[in-house]
């Protein structure tokens, strides 16, 4: 997941610009270290505040993009990025706890489901992993997840 896992979640709000984005702590140490422990990283995260107006998809690739040189210049790197732009009532297979986008990254990336981990703050991202046959870490805190990898 990203909002409580890699940056901070805004309370009754969505991260609609960079401005908004803030890294929590110890996420640098902790991707470098789930990489040097030989797993792919891939974001899965809902962007609900695509479909409800509060930001476009070009917004979001922005954020993204501006992510991922910040974790560059930090040494850590994330491999991909899947998210659901959709709204709770559009009743799609990628919104968590729906399992697609776990789904599309094991297809892209040829993951082996059976040795992999979802890491998520809510009961909806450790859904997701439990329908796509995906153990699952519920925590806001990466360099504890680490531990249990």
């Known amino acids: 997941d990203r909002d409580g ?7 009754n709000d969505y ?7 803030c890294f929590l702590p110890g996420v640098f140490e902790a991707i470098k270290t789930i990489k040097e422990k030989g797993y792919l990283i891939v974001v899965v995260t809902n962007q609900r505040g695509i479909a409800r107006g509060f930001m476009t998809e070009n917004d979001l690739h922005e954020i993204h993009q501006k992510m991922q040189n910040e974790l560059e210049k930090h040494g850590a790197q ?27 990254a094991k297809k892209k990336w040829d993951i082996d489901l059976d040795k ?5 703050d809510s009961e909806s991202d450790i859904e ?21 990898l």
């Not at 896992?5 to 309370?11: D, P, S, T």
């Not at 991260?15 to 984005?21: A, G, L, M, P, Q």
């Open 15 to 21: 991260v609609k610009n960079w401005d908004e984005f």
């Open 5 to 11: 896992v890699i940056n901070r979640k805004l309370e």
């Open 78 to 104: 994330v491999d991909d990025i899947f998210y659901c732009p959709h709204n709770i009532s559009d009743n799609c297979d990628c919104r968590k706890p729906e399992p697609g986008m776990l789904i599309e």
């Open 128 to 148: 997701a992993g439990k329908r796509a046959g995906v153990r699952g870490i519920l925590t806001t805190d990466l360099k504890q997840a680490v531990e249990l």
């Open 116 to 120: 992999s981990y979802i890491i998520g």
